[in-house]
């Protein structure tokens, strides 16, 4: 079946400028995460959704991260105000629960400029 | 945070060679998981170890979850060029949100 599919697959924009990445799970996957990998490291915990539930956004590096998960499926990251740092891939997994394996999407690399 | 130490870094190896790679923390994981990524692509999962002393094997991946639950190593039998990629490893708990940890990384090079 299909698997996780995000967009855009890549993304330029100017510092100071907003971005949206979104990110279609597996369907029927109730768990949904987003990730940073910066160049050349492991994988850094951004947020997570589960279900219906209030999502655990303990990752987020800053106030100008925000994510949603409309209808408990699509996601969206939302990066406001973006700076040069903030340059990355921009993974999005899901699974069927927490405790299960997580499935990963192409991701979004992002360049700020 | 958690953390893993991965190693080796990297490893340049010619084709039809052995390799091995390993992955080691300071916490118990209930999860050892294995994944691969290939240049301009999300991590593809490999092997999953769920049972502390497990030893898997997924065609020419074989992989052990340590008896200790702090440790898992990865090997690779007849590498292929293929094989070439960013091998991860992942210790997964069974509680908390961010329950998935990674690893650093080994950078596979498979000279033909």
């Known amino acids: 079946g299909a698997g996780v599919s995000q967009s855009p697959s890549n993304k330029v924009t100017e510092k100071g400028k907003d971005v949206e990445l979104r990110c279609d799970p597996i369907s029927g996957h109730t768990a949904l995460y987003w990730y940073r990998q910066s160049l050349g490291q492991g994988l850094e915990f951004l947020i997570y959704f589960q279900g219906n539930s209030a999502p655990d956004k303990s990752g987020l590096p800053s106030d100008r991260f925000s994510a949603e998960r409309t209808g408990g499926s699509v996601s969206t990251l939302t990066i406001q105000r973006t700076q040069q740092e903030d340059s990355a891939v921009y993974l999005c997994?899901?699974?069927?629960?927490?405790?299960?394996?997580?499935?990963f999407g192409p991701g979004t690399r992002l360049l700020v400029l | 945070g958690q953390q893993l130490n991965q190693s080796p870094q990297s490893m340049f190896i010619q084709e039809g060679e052995d390799v091995s790679m390993n992955c080691t923390s300071s916490?118990?994981?209930?999860?050892w998981l294995w994944y691969k990524q290939d240049p301009g692509e999300g991590p593809v999962l490999l092997i999953a170890?769920?049972?502390?002393?497990e030893l898997t094997s997924n065609g020419r991946l074989t992989a052990q979850f340590g008896i200790t639950r702090k440790d898992s190593f990865l090997n690779i039998s007849a590498s292929i060029p293929s094989d070439v990629g960013i091998y991860f490893c992942?210790?997964?708990?069974?509680?908390?949100?961010?329950?998935?940890?990674f690893g650093t990384g080994t950078r596979l090079t498979v000279i033909p």
């Open positions: 992942a210790g997964q708990k069974l509680t908390g949100a961010n329950n998935l940890f």
């Open positions: 170890l769920y049972k502390a002393g």
């Open positions: 997994a899901s699974s069927w629960g927490r405790q299960e394996t997580q499935y």
């Open positions: 916490s118990i994981f209930n999860t």
